[in-house]
């Protein structure tokens, strides 16, 4: 196997013929599954024998990054992860957790996990069973419950919603706080984080978790009383980790400032803020001055170094016509970002004959004043 890693897949299908003693399709998955898993989870490669599951499967699973991230918020609890799929989170939540239990009613799958954790050398409790009937039928307490549900319907289709998971977290969240006091759901990064809470109603934290500027997961810490809801928002990116925390409440009550001008600097927030709905708190929190309320992004004329986000140095701001790209976009190559403007990046570089790339930053915008301005700008090296 490890002798074709690299082969073309396509040509290994065409010509299963030639391998009457390998099955082909199955290395095939492993094949693929090894080149998902160096990006996803890359410590996973170390171990020549960890089975990877199909590619449906390998979706749904998280990466190690946010794996990681959710095993610290189960450190030393009691955890029963009551969908467990591939096991990606189950294993790295049994580094941090008292104890575990896996819990997964797909047979093939249940199988490949089991093997999985014991090439991994990892103490873990599993058991073949759908996790509501599990519940159901005991008296087993924890302190979390971990729910991944299926994001996909029957016909294999990605769905949004919350209440077309598979299992239903809505209409089993009274069961689930029989067994626990805490249930953390994961969920799609396409929900609409107010729209769920007031679903759900009882959130204690709602995590926001994005890698390299993309939103990753949701994560909902449900508990069984009336709380105020913090929104955590955490950024795993070049710079390292960035994390924020506010209440939508505190979001609410937030002044901002607003500035007609883009000053020395300009900060774009990382994609988890944005997510979350952190716009006035972060002009109040890091004194910065907002461009204006739909923009989302932000200047000043001191350098707040520890902005969670990207910092540039302003170089100009001019009215986007043609005399002004020549004069300082000579090269015509230059990277574009759109904020609360009128055209897309396709159709200003289109229009103005553009290329991407470059040392430069040019940030399409609107300002306090609701004119249109083009921000040239060069990143700034923390």
């Not at 093997?115 to 087993?140: K, M, P, W, Y």
């Amino acid at each position: 196997m490890a002798a074709h890693r690299d082969d073309d897949i396509n040509s290994l299908l065409l010509h299963a013929s030639r391998y009457p003693d390998i099955d082909v399709p199955f290395a095939v998955q492993q094949m693929e599954g090894r080149r998902k898993a160096t990006l996803k989870f890359p410590s996973l490669l170390h171990f020549d024998d960890f089975v990877f599951p199909p590619q449906i499967n390998m979706e749904q699973a998280s990466s190690e990054t946010t794996a990681r991230y959710k095993a610290s918020l189960v450190a030393r609890q009691e955890v029963i992860d009551l969908t467990g799929g591939l096991g990606i989170d189950s294993f790295f939540m049994s580094q941090e957790a008292r104890h575990l239990l896996y819990l997964e009613r797909n047979e093939a799958l249940f199988a490949l996990a089991q093997h999985n954790f014991q090439i991994l050398g990892v103490s873990i409790e599993t058991l073949c069973n759908d996790g509501l009937a599990f519940l159901q039928n005991t008296q087993r307490q924890a302190d979390y419950l971990y729910v991944d549900p299926s994001r996909r319907d029957h016909n294999h289709q990605r769905v949004v919603s919350l209440e077309k998971y598979e299992p239903n977290v809505l209409t089993a969240l009274p069961l689930f706080f029989q067994h626990a006091p805490h249930v953390l759901i994961k969920a799609s990064p396409m929900l609409d984080i107010s729209l769920t809470l007031r679903a759900l109603q009882h959130v204690a934290k709602v995590h926001v978790v994005a890698v390299k500027n993309e939103c990753k997961e949701l994560l909902f810490d449900c508990v069984d009383e009336d709380c105020e809801t913090e929104i955590v928002t955490v950024h795993f990116g070049l710079q390292g980790e960035e994390r924020f925390a506010f209440s939508a409440l505190e979001e609410q009550q937030a002044k901002a400032t607003y500035s007609n001008t883009a000053k020395k600097y300009l900060y774009e927030p990382n994609v988890a803020l944005l997510k979350a709905g952190a716009f006035r708190i972060l002009s109040e929190r890091f004194g910065v001055d907002k461009l204006h309320p739909a923009s989302h992004l932000y200047t000043s004329d001191q350098w707040v170094s520890h902005f969670p986000g990207r910092i540039f140095e302003v170089i100009t701001t001019f009215p986007l016509h043609k005399e002004a790209i020549i004069q300082w976009i000579p090269t015509r190559k230059v990277n574009i970002t759109v904020r609360n403007f009128p055209l897309s990046v396709v159709e200003i570089r289109r229009k103005f004959r553009l290329e991407d790339g470059g040392d430069d930053y040019l940030f399409a915008t609107t300002l306090a004043d609701d004119s249109k301005r083009m921000i040239l700008c060069k990143k700034k090296v923390r």
